[in-house]
């Protein structure tokens, strides 16, 4: 069965900081992987999506992510942190269908200004 | 385009009660996924269709959730009777085809 760990409940960076959001699955089949991004009482958007293509994920707002296989690792990373990318960040896995998703317990990101 | 549709956005009703969550996916989605958030249980997917046919219901937690989608632009999850501990956000996403599912804003459920 696949699960998510997603270290740290709460990130807090400065405005203009780099963002990571650490991101750590099991999977016993080749997983996909997803971050999803929620602003408050709103729905999941999804940021990006891996699914086996190019290890290195760009998705919207300037984020990406990195699948590491040999880390079982999907970090989410943004360069730079805009008061808007405060919100909480959900990571997900997959198995071989791509639709049952398993989500992670979700980082809230605090940007400071 | 109007995105998926939840009514109602808020519920408040009593223990013993029938509730009915509804949703309307985007136009041409083949699958509709119904999912729980709660602050113990996170994200959990309860059901989900393909094509209006249930596929994977091993998430609805007990014969109290039953879910129904009568065609492609209609869905239903009904809790009877409710209980306090069904209190969460219920959301409603779809998607054409695998990967990318879009969800709709919510319904928040609080059970008396």
């Known amino acids: 069965a696949q699960s998510v760990t997603q270290l740290g409940s709460h990130v807090s960076v400065s405005e203009g900081a780099l963002v990571l959001l650490r991101c750590n699955y099991s999977s016993s089949v080749p997983p996909y992987l997803f971050w999803y991004v929620q602003y408050p009482n709103q729905g999941l958007q999804l940021l990006l999506k891996?699914?086996?293509?190019?290890?290195l994920v760009k998705g919207i707002n300037g984020f990406e992510a990195e699948f590491k296989k040999s880390e079982t690792s999907f970090h989410l990373t943004k360069p730079s942190a805009h008061m808007s990318d405060a919100a909480e960040y959900f990571c997900a896995v997959s198995d071989f269908d791509g639709n049952k998703l398993v989500f992670g317990a979700g980082t809230i990101l605090r940007v400071k200004s | 385009d109007a995105g998926v549709i939840q009514s109602p956005r808020h519920e408040v009703t009593e223990m013993g009660q029938e509730v009915t969550l509804r949703c309307k996916p985007i136009?041409?989605?083949?699958?509709l996924f119904w999912y729980r958030q709660t602050m113990m249980r996170g994200l959990e997917l309860l059901i989900y269709f393909n094509n209006n046919v249930p596929i994977d219901d091993s998430g609805m937690p007990e014969d109290r959730f039953s879910a129904k989608m009568p065609n492609a632009s209609f869905s239903t999850l009904k809790i009877q009777p409710s209980e306090p501990r069904d209190s969460a956000v219920y959301f409603c996403a779809s998607s054409l085809g695998p990967y990318t599912q879009y969800f709709g804003p919510g319904t928040r459920l609080t059970v008396l």
């Open positions: 136009s041409g989605h083949d699958y």
């Open positions: 891996y699914t086996s293509a190019a290890t």
